[in-house]
């Protein structure tokens, strides 16, 4: 059984009405906690969440279920391969979140896999961009939690936080340098140039709205008509001057709530 420890992002006590962006990472309070095992789960899973618990791990946020009322926040739990990579899907009510986090970012990641070494140039630029750069998905959990997540295969997924259009598009360019010769920026399953594996993820605006970099990409080059935009409440279809619309205009609002900062190295668990 995995250590009681964790990869520990920087973490603030949430609000008493939090706003949450998508892959927000959340810690519980013991309340909340009982709200959750009262629901109906199979053995498997009871044993997942235990241990979850005990652990003082986090869950993400999710996009809210219209069945689901606004006062509660919709969680997800992604397990890691001894529990056979399994989906746990919650809803806790908002003041239940005790704390909350962000990804590592992606100089952390990179420190700490064999693919760093020779993806240095890369990572570089990736450093001067406007954009903050963190990972999610299998090496993002895998970082955070020490259990094994990443798998042959396994993407890496990048959450690009972008101010603006013009910080949105300069990443852009930089993600497009990962692409295999002859990939138009869809669908591709190759590794890439510059790294061993393959670069997923998208673009995040600084009210929540994301896209995946690879639809923006083609969105920007005019080989499809709209891509598909998405935050914590709703998904949508844009074309390109309605995305520059969102674009400026969430540049021009007040960012939603986030922690600032992420994983420092392995400290003893959330207590």
């Known amino acids: 059984m995995p250590p009681l420890s964790i990869r520990n992002p920087d973490r603030r006590a949430a609000a008493p009405t939090p706003v949450l962006q998508r892959n927000t990472l959340v810690w519980l309070t013991p309340e909340a906690w009982r709200t959750v095992h009262a629901q109906s789960w199979e053995t498997s899973a009871q044993e997942l969440l235990r241990h979850w618990q005990a652990c003082h791990l986090p869950w993400v946020v999710a996009r809210q279920r219209p069945e689901v009322p606004q006062s509660a926040v919709c969680l997800g739990l992604p397990a890691p391969q001894h529990w056979d990579r399994r989906r746990l899907a919650a809803s806790v009510a908002a003041d239940g979140i005790a704390l909350q986090g962000q990804f590592p970012r992606l100089h952390e990641v990179a420190q700490s896999s064999p693919w760093g070494v020779g993806a240095a140039a890369w990572l570089a630029q990736g450093q001067t961009l406007k954009a903050e750069v963190r990972v ?136």
């Open 136 to 271: 999610y998905g299998s090496y993002g959990w895998q970082f955070l939690t020490g259990m094994p997540y990443v798998r042959a295969g396994s993407d890496l997924d990048l959450s690009v936080h972008a101010p603006d259009l013009h910080a949105a598009l300069q990443a852009l360019d930089w993600l497009a340098q990962t692409l295999p010769l002859g990939e138009a920026g869809s669908g591709g399953r190759a590794p890439s140039a510059r790294l061993p594996l393959r670069v997923d993820g998208e673009i995040v605006f600084p009210q929540g709205q994301a896209l995946a970099w690879r639809e923006f990409q083609q969105l920007r080059q005019g080989t499809v008509a709209q891509a598909l935009v998405k935050d914590r409440h709703c998904l949508r279809l844009m074309d390109w001057p309605a995305l520059v619309a969102l674009a400026q205009a969430a540049a021009d609002s007040p960012p939603m709530c986030t922690a600032s900062t992420s994983a420092v190295g392995r400290t003893a668990a959330l207590v």
